[in-house]
Nanobody, 116 residues
Framework: QVQVVESGGGLVQPGGSLRLSCAAS????????MSWYRQAPGKERELVAT????????SYADSVKGRFRISRDNAKNTVYLQMNSLKPEDTAVYYC?????????WGQGTQVTVSS
């Protein structure tokens, strides 16, 4: 059974940090591109960051570039999103996605709330 499970969300003050984790199973993790998306209330889901199969290539949305960092550990079947200098506008449900050709797997999401 394919599973993509996010964790690490929570409540943090502006300027704080969180690290999200996404644990995958049921497919060959190392062959999949991994991405983080987020969806804030009343807004469309947006791509936050993507990482290549080896971890050698990354890309970020302009809104998070310089603050967030995506990484992966293929030995642990896990992708991470390190979020620093958090802002209230980062508040959203964060989703992990695995993709390879036409195959696409989504996690259930984890809530991140940035508020004082």
């Amino acid at each position: 059974q394919v599973q993509v499970v996010e964790s690490g969300g929570g409540l943090v003050q502006p300027g704080g940090s969180l690290r999200l984790s996404c644990a995958a199973s049921g497919f060959t993790f190392s062959r999949y591109l991994m991405s983080w998306y987020r969806q804030a209330p009343g807004k469309e889901r947006e791509l936050v960051a993507t990482i290549s199969t080896t971890g050698g290539g990354t890309s970020y949305a302009d809104s998070v570039k310089g603050r967030f960092r995506i990484s992966r550990d293929n030995a642990k079947n896990t992708v991470y999103l390190q979020m620093n200098s958090l802002k209230p506008e980062d508040t959203a449900v964060y989703y992990c996605k695995a993709v390879r050709f036409s195959a696409e797997y989504w996690g259930q999401g984890t809530q991140v709330t940035v508020s004082s």
